[in-house]
């Protein structure tokens, strides 16, 4: 039994003795069917990878070696879960005549079991079987002397192999002594070699992936040399820059990203969870930076972010900066655009997923990170059964923005002048296995900080204004695998947000306030059973409790029917506090079901419940995915799914800022796809979507009757939209070629040294406040009311906010001799609407002093911005000394400096307007160290 | 000054949007620089039903340095209107639907049409030629002040059946050849004769329309539009009429029901009505009155200010113009004539500058009334050179005073005289302007 609906990467060396020559196999599941692939898990994690315990030599097709002709077999070989080989077959050959040799040693082989969530379990892996032919015997051609290593000889040579910079141990290295292989090293990386003659003689040392290093060794009688050797990596590890894209999977709309896959894509700052901005589904935040998770023409709000099942309050540091996680503490990022599975919920748009590392630490190591705007760390450590992994970074614009503000020419008396936004996040995660339960406890949390000081102006008016948003949580996780057949995961994550903005001036006496803070406690329980081959089942339930304390001392305008007044009242101020209850409970299930031609379908359904302030409401949705395999390679697939959510808080207090009566807002998502794999590298996804919304919250005109009292209703459901588009992303995945096979073309060179993909998405998003000729009611008592029809404007269709009609996103990373690593991006993405102003439509008003648009005759969001297009580009060079690496790196932002229109700022009276750019030219420089 | 030190914020904003592409070149609002309303000033500002107004009086401060003859209309929209009264309809008819049953014709807009077109009177005309009523200055700046008055439009007290009502009454002539009026839309009156209860037209259409505006009064609007050669602006003046004077039509608040405390009712002693608000009689508001313009050298806030008053006039005050070298500072200060009240007191309440307000406190969900002192605002504005606070108030910049810094050159085109107005408001309709002159010295 075997899984392959994760992301799976790991290495295995082995060596070919027989013909003194390496071969290298690279391990992975492939997500790549198989008419007898077994039912699979949902979101399992290789815990342990299997290793190569014996190795058969495969016999070196004779004319193939006369000729000196290298080759290598790619094969898949199915471990079962004692380590055995089930099945090899082979995928491609470079010659016909190695295919068999090749099958026939990989059936012998034998591996130590894999461990998926810490249970040994099969696995599909890709091995690569390398024939390289045996260099001439030296002693034939130089006339030395045979080494003939013996045991009855005397231990006089013995050490160890490590990889340069990680010091993890090379397996299957070569040690050559005057041009003639002698030993090889073991899984642990050691040698030990009997019998040296005494004196200088030259040693090579080579492994399969990496440098040969050459040395004079001096052997002395009666001494034992030990030596310690660090070969160098000939690129960055193929395994790790695999641009990895769709695994086999039961949603029909799902992209998963391993950190290392994508930690060097220009224009993230090596942000993976940025590199989700770049795929289909994703329309372009404004402001050029990114941040914001526009899904299928959805407001921000209606996504949410996770971090190993639970939920979080933001994801990115100041709404865009960078994300709240170091990327050295994730696995990976599961991103949905829709059609999800019944597991997630309180969401109308995507969902995506963070999962943290999977610790695998042997001895210390670590790294640390400086670039322009802040440091980071890494590290773990092993501590008897358990491990531990700590990150952490810090912002640094603090210290040197000021420095910068000063430097800026300003007024005298404009006083001294300071700006320090701080941004932090930690991790601590540690986790170990008793028995069949594997625990994980995982310590997170963000602060951000904006400070902004005026102190010292000319007439004695000083200021300050403070933000805070900060976060903090535990996440207790235990899996336990009751059976092979039944896993039962539970989770519980207590946390806490602080929410907080102050800004005050004492010589105004003005202090304003709004704190927010949300406690709470998560919980999910999710059991997965697998009861046959075609069948597993999965459910859970979803539970939070919790609560808000809100206190807001701001000047609140509370005045029934204020006259318009050219100012505002900072001092004049109100105190409003809330305590807000919030609970939530969920339950769920889902099924899989495998048909024997190909088939597979998901059915599930979702049943939420919401107690929210004076909120109550259920919700029953039913969701279905299905995959079909029409040929090898080719996927036809298809989902549909229900989702609600409550609306966002504001809408949900008391009149009149609210309105607690508004029904959840609902979702529903129709996909229709295509994958095909063109080759083992190159691939394409096709889906045409289409997401019906309803039940937005509206500005409503109308008055209702309750309790014997007439309310404003405030907002009713009445909005809805829709986005129906094509989204395709054709990947060119990087292929594990070894580094000093030798290349044909230039096209071969970049195959094994490339990967990217082009993302396009061709959509359109509408919306609308209320229905054409909708009304609104006043009721002025049990069952008496008028009704009047809503004006045109309010009634008519229009762009959503964010519809964006072409985006096209082009991702390439190439991989580079002597440490290099370049990488691009371009995106082209058609500007936002927007709704045009003129001076026709703006009027004074004498009380307010200020120019007031009449947007009865304006049609809303009619025009569009410029096209956007941005180029970023990202170098990384590496050195890798024995015991670390160091790295530099540059990224640049918009390299040509596009003036993209991100906004239009109007005068005073809308006559003139000038279009608002955000962000230039912006290089950042950072280092890295790794060990 | 706070404005002054949040200049500072352009290095934030500059900053954040990473200084690519801010938009700096846009015209300030203190910059006349074509046709411009700068204020609109009724006289009273605020009508109160008990006693009952005899007429208002609109005025608007037209300006275009052009030199460009301006023409002006005038409306009278009688409703409330966020739109220069674009939304009269939809606000109309709801009211109409619902007194249908009434049998009661809601009020329609109707055009003033002998609005007078006069030339502004500031403090030193002694320059330029008057031609048909226009002040001129080598034609380089055409000022008015355009008015509505009287028979033109007003509100008018009539007591039908002996009770209080109000009037809208609108009555045709065409006072200046500036333009012609449509007869058609001229001369509505409301009719009051089916009028089921002892209320007038107004407070029935205001009550029924919107509940809120019944007890703290209605705003409806006089609209003006302005136009010189292509140019056109549409500007809108509201005037408060405040209907909750608790000796006032009491019984008609006892039903409102604003979601927050039902039913509200308002009075002027509790003892009579248990559980009702206690309001005090309101005192008409009225406009801010200029007691004097100050000037001083320089920038610095700590500068002795001398006064530039030299004299009165009916539209305000006579001041002595100030010199100014091109690319220099000065400080202005206005002062008014106000009593010294700067917390609500009994004597501000007599006096007329305190007044009080109805605010609802969202942490019980009752109404409470809020007692609040006025609080003068100046607007600056000016054919040249800029304004350090083009916004003055002194519980945003501690003082009324603001820095005006000369342009570089001297003005060749008007002889280096420079033009400005100050646009007082007392946040509760009352609105008073100044104009003055400054000469831009080489």
């Not at chain 1, 105004?508 to 306030?513: A, I, P, Q």
């Not at chain 1, 040929?631 to 989902?639: D, E, F, N, P, W």
């Not at chain 1, 569009?864 to 790295?887: C, V």
């Not at chain 2, 001083?296 to 002595?320: D, K, W």
Request: proline content about 6%; charged content about 20%; aromatic content about 10%.
């Amino acid at each position: 039994m075997y899984r392959l609906d994760s992301v799976i990467i790991c290495s295995a060396i082995a060596v070919c003795v027989g013909h003194v020559t390496p071969a290298v196999a690279a391990i992975e599941s492939q997500g790549q069917p198989s008419q007898n692939d077994p039912k699979p898990l949902p979101a399992p994690v290789l815990t342990k990878a299997p290793e190569l315990l014996r190795l058969v030599n495969a016999t070196y097709p004779q004319e193939l070696l006369v000729a000196g002709i290298d080759g290598m077999v790619l094969l898949y070989i199915d471990i079962d879960a004692t380590g055995e080989v089930a099945r090899a077959t082979v995928v491609n050959a470079s010659h016909d005549d190695f295919r068999v040799p090749a099958l026939v040693a990989a059936s012998g082989f034998i591996f130590s079991p894999a461990q998926i969530d810490d249970v040994p379990s099969g696995i599909r892996i890709e091995y690569r079987y390398v024939f390289r032919a045996p260099l001439p015997i030296p002693d034939v051609i130089a006339g030395a002397p045979a080494i003939k290593p013996s045991a009855k000889l005397p231990l006089n040579y013995y050490g160890e192999v490590l990889l340069a910079g990680m010091r993890r141990p090379i397996s299957g290295a070569q040690i050559v002594i005057d041009g003639r292989p002698v030993a090889e090293t073991d899984i642990q990386g050691h040698f030990e070699i009997r019998g040296v003659p005494i004196g200088k003689h030259r040693v090579k040392v080579r492994g399969p992936f990496h440098d040969t290093y050459i040395t004079d060794e001096v052997f002395t009688p009666g001494e034992a040399l030990k030596v310690r050797y660090f070969l160098r990596q000939t690129s960055s590890n193929p395994f790790e820059t695999v641009v990895r894209g769709k695994v086999k999977r039961r949603e029909a709309a799902k992209v998963t990203l391993g950190r290392s896959e994508v930690s060097k894509i220009a224009g993230t700052g090596g942000d993976p969870i940025r590199v989700i901005e770049n795929l289909p589904g994703m329309s372009r935040a404004p402001g050029g930076a990114g941040g914001a998770l526009l899904v299928r023409g959805a407001n921000p709000t209606d996504s949410r972010v996770f971090i190993d099942g639970i939920e979080v309050p933001l994801i990115y540091h100041f709404g865009g900066l960078t994300s709240v996680v170091n990327p050295n503490m994730l696995e990976e990022v599961e991103f949905y655009p829709g059609g999800f599975g019944a597991r997630y919920g309180s969401t109308i748009a995507g969902v995506v997923q963070v999962k943290t590392r999977r610790i695998n630490c042997e001895g210390w190591h670590g790294n640390v990170d400086i670039n322009l705007l802040h440091a980071g760390l890494y590290t773990c450590l092993k501590v008897g059964r358990w491990t531990f992994a700590a990150a952490g970074r810090r912002s640094y614009i603090d210290a040197i923005l000021p420095t910068v503000l000063k430097a800026i020419p300003r007024e005298e008396d404009e006083g001294i002048f300071t700006l320090a936004p701080v941004y932090a996040d930690y991790q601590l995660k540690g986790q170990a296995r008793y028995g069949a339960h594997s625990l994980d406890i995982l310590f997170f949390g963000a602060d951000d900080r904006f400070k902004v000081i005026q102190e010292g102006s000319a007439e004695g008016i000083n200021f300050e204004i403070s933000l805070k948003l900060a976060f903090h949580r535990i996440l207790l996780k235990d899996t336990w695998r009751i059976t092979d057949k039944l896993m039962l995961r539970s989770i519980v994550s207590p946390g806490y947000v602080r929410n907080q903005f102050v800004g005050q001036s004492e010589e105004l006496d003005v202090k304003n306030e709004f704190k927010l803070v949300i406690w709470g406690v998560q919980w999910r329980e999710e059991l997965e059973y697998e009861p046959t081959q075609w069948l597993s089942i999965r459910g859970g339930i979803d539970m939070a409790f919790g609560g808000a304390n809100l206190v807001i001392d701001a000047p609140i305008p509370t005045d029934i029917a204020a006259f318009p007044t050219p100012t505002f009242d900072f001092g004049d101020t109100r105190r409003f506090t809330r305590k807000i209850p919030n609970t939530s409970h969920a339950y769920w299930a889902e099924a899989t079901l495998e048909t024997g031609f190909g088939l597979q379908i998901t059915p599930g359904f979702r049943l939420d419940r919401w107690d929210f302030h004076h909120t109550q409401d259920y919700s029953f949705q039913p969701r279905v995915n299905a995959r079909f395999e029409v040929l090898k390679g080719s996927v036809i697939k298809a989902a549909y799914g229900l989702y609600e959510k409550l609306p966002e808080p504001p809408f949900l207090m008391e009149r009149p800022l609210g309105n607690p009566a508004l029904e959840p807002l609902r979702s529903q998502h129709f996909i229709v796809g295509f994958e095909h794999a063109f080759t083992d590298v190159i691939n394409i996804d096709v889906q045409l979507f289409y997401n019906l919304r309803r039940n937005i919250p509206s500005p409503s005109n109308s008055v209702i009757y309750r309790d014997g009292k007439q309310l404003a209703e405030v907002w009713s459901n009445d909005g809805g939209g829709e986005t129906y588009g094509c989204e395709i992303l054709l990947r060119h995945l990087a292929s594990n070629k070894p580094e000093d096979r030798v290349y044909h073309s230039l096209v071969d060179y970049l195959r094994g040294r490339f990967y990217g993909w082009i993302a396009y998405t061709l959509s359109r998003s509408l919306r609308f406040d209320h229905a054409p000729d909708a009304t609104y009611s006043l009721q002025q008592g049990q069952g008496a009311a008028f009704t009047y029809r809503y004006n045109d404007r309010a009634s008519k269709r229009y762009l959503a906010e964010f519809d964006q009609t072409h985006i096209l996103t082009i991702v390439a990373q190439l991989i580079l001799p002597m440490g290099f690593e370049a990488g691009a991006r371009f995106r082209l993405v058609s500007g936002n609407p927007f709704t045009p102003l003129q001076r026709g439509d703006a009027y004074f008003d004498a009380d307010s002093a200020s120019y007031h648009v009449d947007l009865t005759n304006v049609p809303r969001n009619s025009r569009r911005m410029p096209m956007f297009h941005q180029l970023d580009i990202r170098i990384d060079k590496t050195w890798t000394f024995d015991l670390w690496s160091f790295a530099v790196y540059v990224e640049v932002l918009n390299v040509y400096n596009r003036k993209n229109v991100e906004q239009f700022q109007y005068d005073y009276r809308f006559q003139n307007k000038a279009p608002m750019t955000f962000l230039p030219f912006f290089p950042v420089l950072g280092v890295k160290g790794t060990w | 000054m706070v404005m002054r030190s949040l200049i500072s914020w352009r290095y934030i904003v500059c900053l954040l949007c990473f200084s690519a592409g801010c938009a700096k070149d846009l015209d300030k609002a203190s910059e006349v620089k074509d046709l411009r309303v700068l204020g609109i000033r009724a006289t009273p500002p605020e009508v109160l039903d008990s006693p009952l107004p005899g007429s208002i009086r609109f005025e608007a401060l037209v300006v275009d340095p052009r030199g460009n003859v301006v023409n002006t209309t005038w409306r009278f929209c009688p409703v409330p209107s966020d739109r220069a009264c674009s939304d009269y309809e939809e606000n109309k008819n709801e009211s109409y639907d619902n007194m249908s049953g009434d049998a009661f014709g809601a009020p329609t807009i109707s055009n003033a049409c002998n609005a007078t077109l006069l030339p502004y009177v500031g403090p030193l005309l002694s320059f330029g030629a008057s031609v048909d009523g226009i002040t001129n200055n080598r034609n380089y700046l055409n000022r008015y002040r355009t008015e509505v008055t009287g028979d033109a439009l007003e509100l008018v007290t009539d007591t039908p059946n002996g009770l209080a009502s109000l009037d809208v009454s609108f009555t045709a002539g065409l006072a200046n050849d500036l333009r012609t009026c449509d007869p058609t839309a001229v001369a509505t009156t409301v009719d009051t004769q089916t009028l089921p209860t002892q209320i007038s037209d107004l407070h029935l259409f205001y009550f029924l329309s919107n509940p809120i505006e019944s007890l703290v009064g209605s705003w409806p609007t006089a609209i003006l539009t302005a136009t010189s050669g292509p140019d056109s602006v549409i500007a809108q003046k509201r005037i408060n009429v405040v209907y909750r004077n608790p000796g006032a039509a009491q019984n008609l608040l006892g039903v409102f029901t604003p979601g927050l405390q039902s039913p509200l009712r308002i009075c002027a002693d509790a003892s009579i009505d248990p559980g009702c608000l206690v309001v005090r009689e309101r005192v008409q508001n009225t406009n801010p009155v200029f007691s004097d313009v100050r000037y001083a050298e320089g920038e610095s806030a700590n500068a002795e200010f001398t006064s530039l008053r030299i004299g009165n006039q009916s539209n305000g005050l006579t001041l002595e113009p100030i010199r100014v070298r091109r690319g220099k500072a000065v400080r202005i200060l206005p002062e008014f004539i106000q009593g010294n009240f700067e917390e609500p007191s009994e004597a501000c309440f007599v006096a007329g500058y305190c007044y009080e307000t109805l605010a609802a406190d969202l942490n019980t969900g009752t109404v409470n009334i809020i007692e609040r002192v006025e609080s003068i605002s100046v607007s600056w504005f000016a054919t040249q050179g800029e304004f350090g606070d083009e916004l003055t108030w002194r519980k945003f910049t501690k003082t009324l005073d603001t820095t005006y810094t000369a342009p570089d050159e001297v003005p060749t085109d008007t002889d280096g005289w420079v033009d400005l107005w100050l646009v007082a408001r007392d946040q509760r309709g009352g609105l008073q302007w100044q104009a003055m002159r400054v000469e831009i010295l080489p």
